[in-house]
Structure formats: C-alpha cells, structure tokens
C-alpha cells in the first residue's frame, strides 16, 4: 500500500510539473510572420478550456492572408518611445523589403505584468493615449489565474472604454498549420468595448480572444469571435491566427508605402476607399495594431461605388489599423489611421 501511494504522489507531481507557466522572459522579442485564416462565426469553435487538452486547428480552412510584425526594445533610437517615458517594448509592422510603418504601438513588460501604454506615429504627429491603460497580462500566468481590467482613452472626442476578463482557462497542446505545440497556455479575454461621443453611445462590440502562449515563444496561436451588439446587433467573421519562423506567408504578400491605392490617410470619417485598378477583388481584411484580425469580408460583402470599393471603421475606435487587400494578382497591406471627430 505504500508502495502505490508512493506512485500516486509521484504522479501528480509530474502531472503539476506539466502545467506551463509564462513569465516576462517568455515575451521575447524578434520578427514574426502571422498568418490568418477567417471564416463565418460558427465554422469552427475555440475548443473548450481545462487541463491537458489538445486544440486541433491543423485543417482550417478559410480566406488566408497574413502580416509581419517587428517587436523590439525602446532606445534611442526609437523616437517613438520618447513619447512614452515608461515604456520599454514597442510593436511595428514591416514590408517585405523590412522598412517599419509609420505606426508604432508601446508596451511596457515589467516583472508583474505586460501593459499597453499607447500609439504614436511621428508622420502623422498623431498620439494615442490611455487614460487607463490596457493589461495584457499578469505575472506570472497560470492555470487559472483569473482577474479584471478596464482601459479608456480618448481622441478627437471620441471615447473608447473597455471591460475584460481575462481567465487562463487550459493548457495542453495546440495544432496549427505551423506544426505541433506543447506545453501551451490558453489565456481566453473577454471584452466588452463601448465606444461613446459627447456622452452617447455610438457603438458596442463583444469580442473573446483565445490565445496559446508557450515558453521562449510567446505567442503561438489565437481565435477570435467578435459581435457588434449596438447599435445593428451582427455576428462578424471569426478569425484563428498563427505565427511561423517561416520567411513567406501563405499567400504572396505585397506591401507598398505609397497612398495610391488605400485612402485617405488619415480617414476622419471612418471611410476607407480602395482602387484596385483592373485586378478582382477577392477579400479586404482588417487588423488592429498587434495583429490581430477584427474582420474580414470578401468581395461580395464590401460595398462598391464607380469601381472603387469601400471598407467602413466607423464603427471602430480611433487609432491604427493595418488594412490588406487581397486581389486575383496581389495581396496589399496598408496602415491606415482612423481620426474620427
């Protein structure tokens, strides 16, 4: 009887050994390549949370398309940061020839907790700020680690306000295109996001996250599920996201700096217009500043006047957002700022 009590102990040590746990040092930097499948809300599930589950995502199939992200340390170098004394960590976005974007967004990474600190882009002279800011995550992240978080701020009169919670609600195994991944931690956020001028509410959006972290890798994959519910209740496209080491996306990838074909930049009415010349139009996707995906839709959803077509951020809170479109010959990606007044 001891001798299997003795087993027993043995095995939920091993079994508590297993459960992964993230720290500062995991939110590393380097390039990485992120790749997006979207599909309608439905198509396929986030998966259920728990203890030693495996996420197959390895045959998703959808509308495929894709961005580059730079994530690097504050210096001196990066005049951006001057703006935010208290950051240390900043994301960019590159072409394919490795020139950074015009937008930068800072971070700061301490030993407690990773914190959005704001948006800025010397070009445009335009500044985000938080008026509270934004908690991606607390250290260390656990299995079941569960807390709240509000982040606010304001531009042009526009106010953006957003309630989280943020639950790790599994570990295991995740499966993407990409490959097989071990030892994976899912943090699942659930936001509610009100966006308001002059003390109306002009939109509300519900959008869940889940995204699988992993030791000296940071992210490796995430789903989202976003559903406008004011003021025209709509359920938007899902999206599963992954990242590569890999030097291609999944699609030919074109990136230009030039306004000729997105504009105008900055949109102040939330009105984005697109000429695509002669090429067919295929699909328009839009992703915030971080990389993730908050929507998709193909041709036949985006609407077209005198040949131009036209995506709608009215609805959006103001800041940057990387805009691609995906033709019959190319993929394009443009940073565009939203100025809403």
Same mark, same amino acid.
Request: a positive charge.
């Given at each position: ?61 959808? +509308? ?45 990474? +301490? ?50 306000? +957003? ?179």
């Amino acid at each position: 009887m001891k001798t299997k009590y003795l087993l027993i102990i043995i095995a939920f040590f091993f079994k508590v050994k297993a459960q992964p746990t993230i720290t500062s040092a995991d939110i590393i930097n380097g390039t990485f390549q992120f790749t997006e499948i979207s599909f309608n809300q439905g198509v396929y599930t986030p998966g259920n949370g728990g203890a030693n589950v495996t996420w197959d995502f390895s045959n998703v199939q959808g +509308t495929v398309g894709g961005v580059k992200l730079l994530y690097g340390n504050c210096s001196s170098s990066v005049p951006e940061c001057a703006s935010f004394p208290t950051a240390n960590r900043y994301v960019v976005s590159l072409d394919n020839s490795g020139n950074q974007s015009d937008d930068k967004n800072l971070f700061r990474v +301490t030993s407690t907790q990773f914190e959005a600190i704001g948006a800025r882009n010397i070009a445009n002279n335009f500044t985000l700020t938080y008026t509270d800011t934004p908690i991606e995550l607390k250290f260390p992240t656990t299995y079941l680690q569960s807390f709240t978080d509000t982040s606010s701020y304001t531009v042009n009169g526009v106010t953006t306000n +957003t309630n989280d919670v943020i639950t790790v609600d599994g570990y295991g195994t995740v499966k993407t295109p990409a490959g097989t991944y071990t030892n994976v931690l899912r943090v699942k956020k659930a936001s509610t996001v009100n966006i308001s001028m002059g003390g109306s509410t002009v939109s509300t959006t519900q959008i869940t996250t889940y995204t699988w972290y992993k030791n000296n890798r940071e992210q490796i994959a995430g789903f989202s599920v976003s559903n406008m519910t004011f003021p025209m209740p709509q359920a938007l496209p899902s999206t599963f996201q992954y990242t590569t080491n890999a030097t291609n996306l999944a699609v030919k990838e074109t990136f230009v700096e030039k306004p000729a074909v997105l504009y105008p930049n900055p949109t102040k009415d939330g009105k984005v217009w697109i000429d695509i010349k002669n090429n067919s139009m295929k699909s328009i996707s839009v992703y915030d500043i971080s990389g993730k995906n908050i929507l998709t839709l193909p041709a036949s959803q985006t609407k077209q006047t005198e040949g131009k077509y036209m995506v709608d951020l009215q609805s959006y809170p103001d800041g940057s957002y990387i805009i691609k479109v995906e033709t019959d010959q190319n993929t394009v990606s443009k940073t565009i700022q939203l100025m809403q007044k």
